[in-house]
């Protein structure tokens, strides 16, 4: 894969070379020689195909991921979220020591420690890591989700962007079935206060414990408003809003 460096900019297919616009801008790659039939039904493409059978499946365990949390996510994500947690899902995956090549699946990877370490910390949102927006230590109550920030002072204990004047946090306790995609997602009220000097203790508590036979998963999300005339706007759309999965059980 090349990029294209030209005034002229190129989508489709010339000779050998397909012209395309990608994220990273206008890119060029040359045609494959090997037609779609013969990638699935040459034995010599077994590797091939058994690897993009584990690919799709990671490409649609963290679809469901996602869907599962659209609440916490549709502010708090960037371009990129799909295919990094398609990237984790596949080392997620690789955690399956039981199933064939091929057949390795997220949800047994999961029931391994090592696997929910991989998903473990991931966040959603590459442009606001939790670990820069939040300056201060939490603790998750795992039977109840609860996530509780003790000592909390705005202007020590966060990265605040320009032009911020309030803070969100809230959190989220997901049981998710990878496996069937039944979902339960339990939110917390949303405690929202102004960035200044003041102190207090923050206490998330979802509403209830989801139900499922699934894998526990906790969030943590902080969003940033600006106030004008007593209205609070979301900040330059959320693209300065950190949400996190935090513990994986």
């Known amino acids: 894969m090349a990029k294209l460096k030209s005034l002229i900019k190129i989508e489709g297919t010339?000779?050998?070379?397909?012209?395309?616009?990608?994220?990273?801008g206008f890119l060029v790659k040359t045609k494959s020689g090997v037609s779609a039939n013969r990638i699935k039904n040459d034995p010599a493409f077994a590797r091939t195909r058994e690897n993009g059978t584990e690919f799709g499946h990671c490409a649609t365990s963290g679809k469901i991921l996602r869907r599962a949390i659209l609440n916490l996510l549709s502010d708090a994500k960037d371009g990129r979220v799909t295919s990094r947690l398609t990237k984790v899902m596949t080392l997620v995956k690789n955690q399956d020591?039981?199933?064939?090549?091929?057949?390795?699946?997220?949800p047994v990877g999961l029931t391994t420690n090592p696997g929910r370490d991989v998903l473990k910390g991931f966040d959603f949102n590459s442009n606001a890591l939790l670990s820069a927006v939040l300056l201060s230590d939490f603790s998750l109550n795992p039977a109840t989700g609860e996530i509780t920030i003790s000592d909390?002072?705005?202007?020590?204990?966060?990265?605040?962007?320009?032009?911020?004047?309030?803070?969100?946090?809230?959190?989220?306790?997901?049981?998710?079935?990878?496996?069937?995609g039944d979902k339960d997602l339990q939110l917390s009220p949303v405690q929202n206060m102004m960035i200044?000097?003041?102190?207090?203790?923050?206490?998330?508590?979802?509403?209830?414990?989801?139900a499922g036979t699934g894998n526990e998963l906790f969030f943590l999300k902080v969003a940033f408003f600006q106030e004008v005339n007593a209205v609070q706007y979301p900040?330059?759309?959320?693209?300065?809003?950190?949400?996190?999965?935090?513990e994986v059980l």
């Open 152 to 180: 909390f002072t705005p202007n020590h204990n966060l990265g605040i962007p320009g032009g911020a004047t309030h803070v969100s946090f809230i959190s989220g306790f997901l049981n998710l079935d990878f496996v069937t």
């Open 235 to 246: 900040l330059n759309n959320g693209a300065y809003n950190a949400l996190q999965l935090i």
């Open 196 to 210: 200044n000097a003041t102190t207090s203790n923050i206490i998330l508590t979802p509403a209830g414990v989801p």
């Open 14 to 24: 010339l000779d050998d070379l397909t012209f395309y616009k990608g994220k990273d």
């Open 97 to 106: 020591l039981t199933s064939a090549r091929g057949q390795r699946q997220v």
